[in-house]
């Protein structure tokens, strides 16, 4: 039996990190799939999948800016990158026999078919897993408000963003054993904290389309079936 899930349509932020496990650069194969076995469990409870992933795997437009290189040109290649894991997990997710489809912010129709919202909404209504890859298309941006953005174009109930720690906490828990996780936290509780908890564009969209936001762990097994299933897991960041 699969309980009944408290969400009906998420969108999912993976960083591009998360990818490579325990290697220093690019897609770690072991650590795709379990990730990917997550992902699939929760679109088997019938809930409407997007996912927006990073680059910063593979290439990060702020690395190639301090190096020297014009910002705008390091974004887009920052913005491939996103392109090319979103491939890869596609793949994987279509691989364990879930239909997944890639939508790209920018046009390269030759490999990946363009952003279309109608045509995004399709796809979520028959049970696609829809990972929508080059961020928002625009440089000096990021995934997180990619996923912001797309999060309130769909009408997804919350934003689930990934991390390797299981939510927000009062300090650094790796270096502060008294820190505690919040359960919960508003918005403008967290703003006066500076939590930092997605990029400042990303919060600020969440905040005004009262958009939530569940921070959660991806490394920790079940924990985002958990909180499709509305208990508590992660942090909630609310309106
Ligand atoms: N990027 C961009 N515009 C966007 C999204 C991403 O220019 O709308 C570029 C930017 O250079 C960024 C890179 O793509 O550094 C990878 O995205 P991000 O850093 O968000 O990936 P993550 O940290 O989640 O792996």
Known sequence: ??????????????????????DAFGINRDTIDRMVDEIIAVSAMGV????????GNIFRGMAGGAAGMDRATADYMGMLATVMNSLALADAISRKNVPA????????????????????LQYLEE?????????????????????????AEIGAQM?????????????????????????????DEAMVKNLGIMDATAFALCRDQKLPIKVFSIVKPGALQRVVRGEDEGTLVYA
């Open 101 to 120: 489809r890639v939508m790209s912010a920018i046009s390269i129709d030759q490999v990946v078919e363009p952003y279309v919202r109608p045509k995004a």
């Open 159 to 187: 934003v689930l963003k990934a991390t390797k720690v299981d939510g927000v906490y009062t300090a650094d828990p790796m270096k502060d054993p008294t820190a505690t996780r919040y359960s919960r936290i508003s918005f």
């Open 48 to 55: 409407e999948l997007a996912i927006v992933i990073g680059g």
């Open 127 to 151: 049970g696609k897993v829809v990972v929508f890859a080059a961020g928002t298309g625009n440089p000096f941006f990021t995934t997180d408000t990619a996923a912001a953005l797309r999060g």
């Open 1 to 22: 039996t699969v309980a009944k899930p408290a969400y009906t349509r998420i969108l999912l932020k993976l960083s591009g990190e998360a990818l490579m496990g325990d």
